[in-house]
């Protein structure tokens, strides 16, 4: 069995040191209020008996806990208050280097926490660990100086999330839906070097890639760019192609007619997509963003958002190719092809591609069979898109995260340029358990909580305020979010609407649950999540009219904190059945990863809750290996294009090293109870010898995960 000590280090239970420290206490005492030492031995067998059924690390300060709850059910109060206090002088002294502490255990690449925080970085690599560095004091200086010690405390408590603090000290924003367009077709500025107008489509992406690299390490979040901003230049490239080839052809002393001047210059352009698209494909890739991690890049396929003819045709080999190429995959050190995690792809479903009879049926298809390899691209629906977007269709930010609509000074809707200000979010598990199952109690906590997210929210706009634009140029004064002057402040995008902040919200599975007895796919339970859903929304359109700032409701894409959620509620609450039971909680309102529902059923059921989540959500429906069963794919997307807005098919496509396996590596518990990873092949469970790829966030990750996200992926039924 293994503990995570306070630095972050995992290493072996040691019962030893169990009993020394109870030895320490009781020495303390007078002879009369000591325990024997068969005592105390049984108190630290029960302490290891109940770290055993945790089925992951404890920490050193919950066996400390579990310590100090045996004293007192000994009786031995004056033991556990000479514990208690020798505890808190040890933290005082801990205190005061407890950021030295983190950032040694990290250059020494043996922080288990920090390790699994992230499942696209790895931990070993310099740019990551000066990344990690930088975050422990951004996050010492938050948690010393800006943040109030209200929402310091409950951010530590799990009963709010408040995300990206290793970023907070700095004056950056979460994601953004990039300017593309403006930076292409009037030029930007890349480190302090003017870019020009693209004269080839190859290019124009060797630009975007350049921009996205640059973006990235500007902001802490995702950002997403679309195809139908690439797609002019393919006419550019065209055009000069058919100068080129007259030329050849005139200094050759050949004659060639119109026709076949554009039949060359046509398989030119070819070749030009095929280049331009690796150029996106590889260098998002290999690109390594000042944090040390490629560049969290979403793609948006959207044939309609450019007018019929030529250049919608453009669009159409762009993504064609795009698809062709995911569906290769890319090579990895042994120079097998495998799935890489970035970028994520969006493909739109709409009247144009859905049907076998639309004119662009064969890029479904295509889109259908990338998914079943690669797990990408991800679907959203035309039609129910407009239909919830005021008639407006376009892409989120990064994974997830949707603008709300916004019309700009000539009444046009626009999103492109676009950025969300941070989230917060609520653990609507602790506000359930926390009001022990009355009903008028729960609001009541709510409202508190409502009002706690508020006050930290507002904390994540106001340490934008007053921001310059020369902090971030390529974003705020060359084109990416804005053309401001430099020394201009970016305060009146935080305002009317422009940018969004969200309130994030996690658990409403587990909430429903504990307040009703039922899972909230019950229909008797069902409107308890729904109230709860838009008592959240009423919350977020009162700020709204009260500030004039845009808060939205956001769907939490939980990855490291569903393991911190879990571990605190266990900690306030203990182990509650089918509530607090698990290393994980759920993701926003799904239902629950171990619930028996198939994929049509999930995603009807879902829809009802994705319409409430407008600052952004994602469903999704876990598959086995679609590869030979292509038909099954293309039925769940109809189904989607008809019934829900965002959702996307989690499939699976790993590779171990050591034996040459493709499939499925499973999850194993080892001989400390650990959750490892394991090929059921060759058994190999060195995680530096396999590729495993895995939808968790809406992004996939590759660096894999802790403990408690590890379970729910373990957990996942099949709902096809």
């Known amino acids: 069995m293994k503990i995570i000590k306070r630095s972050g280090a995992e290493v072996t239970f040691d019962l030893k040191k169990i009993i020394a420290a109870i030895g320490k206490a009781n020495n303390s005492v007078k002879e009369e209020e000591k325990l024997t030492e068969e005592e105390i031995d049984e108190i630290a067998k029960v302490v290891a008996d109940h770290c055993a059924q945790m089925k992951r690390s404890p920490s050193v300060e919950e066996i400390q806990d579990m310590v100090e709850n045996q004293l007192m059910k000994y009786r031995a109060y004056n033991i556990s208050r000479n514990y208690i206090t020798y505890r808190y002088k040890r933290a005082l002294v801990r205190k005061s280097n407890s950021t030295d502490e983190q950032i040694l255990s990290l250059l020494e690449c043996n922080n288990e926490e920090v390790k699994q925080e992230n499942s696209n970085k790895n931990p070993t690599v310099n740019s990551v660990q000066r990344d990690y560095m930088a975050g422990e004091v951004s996050k010492d200086i938050t948690k010393r100086f800006l943040l109030p010690q209200d929402i310091v405390d ?182 097998v092809y495998i799935t890489p995690a970035f970028p994520k792809l969006i493909y739109v479903l709409e009247e144009d591609n859905i049907h076998e009879d639309s004119k662009y049926w064969y890029l479904t298809k295509l889109a259908a069979k990338c998914t079943a390899k690669r797990m990408v691209p991800d679907y959203i629906s035309e039609k129910i898109m407009k239909k919830l977007k005021d008639g407006n269709c376009y892409t989120c930010m990064g994974c997830r995260s949707f603008l709300t609509v916004y019309h700009d000074e000539e009444d046009k809707p626009k999103f492109y340029g676009r950025f969300n200000q941070g989230v917060v979010t609520l653990n609507l598990v602790d506000v359930a358990c926390s009001s022990g199952r009355d009903m008028q109690k729960f609001w009541k906590i709510m409202d508190e909580r409502l009002e706690l997210c508020k006050r930290a929210l507002m904390c994540r706009h106001n340490r934008l305020k007053g921001t310059p634009s020369d902090v971030a140029p390529i974003l705020w004064q060359n084109g990416a979010l804005a053309r401001l002057k430099k020394g201009e402040k970016i305060d009146k995008l935080l305002y009317g609407g422009y940018s969004t902040i969200s309130l994030g919200y996690a658990g409403l599975c587990e909430c429903t649950r504990y307040m009703t007895g039922k899972s909230h796919t019950d229909p008797e339970a069902t409107p308890f999540a729904l109230k709860v859903m838009q008592y959240l929304n009423h919350a977020c359109q009162e700020w709204r009219e009260e500030t004039n700032i845009d808060f939205s409701l956001y769907g939490t894409p939980l990855e490291s904190t569903t393991y911190k959620f879990a571990k605190c509620l266990q900690k306030r609450f203990g182990i509650i059945d089918g509530v607090t039971d698990k290393n994980y909680i759920t993701n926003s309102y799904h239902v629950h990863v171990t619930e028996d529902i198939n994929a049509f059923e999930k995603l009807k059921f879902e829809s009802q809750f994705q319409e409430l989540s407008p600052g952004g ?104």
């Open 617 to 720: 959500a994602i469903s999704y429906v876990e598959v086995p290996n679609m590869e030979n069963n292509l038909d099954a794919v293309l039925s769940v997307m109809q189904y989607i294009y008809d019934n829900i807005m965002y959702a996307e098919l989690n499939t699976k496509s790993d590779y171990c090293q050591v034996c040459d396996y493709h499939g499925e590596i499973e999850i194993v518990e080892d001989q400390h109870g650990k959750l490892v990873w394991r090929c059921p092949n060759c058994g190999n469970t060195d995680q530096d010898k396999m590729n495993v790829a895995r939808r968790t966030c809406g992004y996939i990750g590759t660096q894999f995960w802790n403990q408690g996200r590890t379970q729910e992926i373990k957990e996942r039924v099949l709902h096809l």
């Open 154 to 335: 409950a951010h530590e408590q799990g009963i709010i999330h408040f995300h990206d603090a290793d970023y907070f000290a700095q004056h950056m924003h979460n994601c953004c839906l990039v300017n593309l367009e403006d930076m292409l077709q009037n030029g930007t500025v890349v480190s302090e070097t003017m870019i020009d107008t693209p004269k080839s489509f190859s290019t124009a992406c060797n630009i975007a890639t350049q921009s996205i690299a640059q973006i990235a390490s500007s902001q802490y979040g995702g950002q997403s760019i679309s195809l139908s901003h690439l797609a002019p230049f393919v006419q550019v490239s065209r055009e000069k192609f058919r100068r080129e080839i007259r030329r050849e052809m005139e200094e050759a002393g050949l004659q060639a007619s119109e026709e076949q001047v554009n039949q060359i210059a046509e398989k030119r352009v070819k070749d030009e997509i095929k280049r331009g698209v690796q150029i996106i494909q590889y260098q998002v890739i290999t690109l390594m963003t000042t944090n040390g991690q490629a560049p969290f890049i979403t793609v948006f396929m959207y044939i309609d958002e450019v007018p019929e003819g030529q250049l919608r045709d453009d669009l159409a080999m762009i993504i064609e190719e795009m698809l062709n190429q995911r569906i290769l995959g890319v090579k990895n050190e042994k120079g």
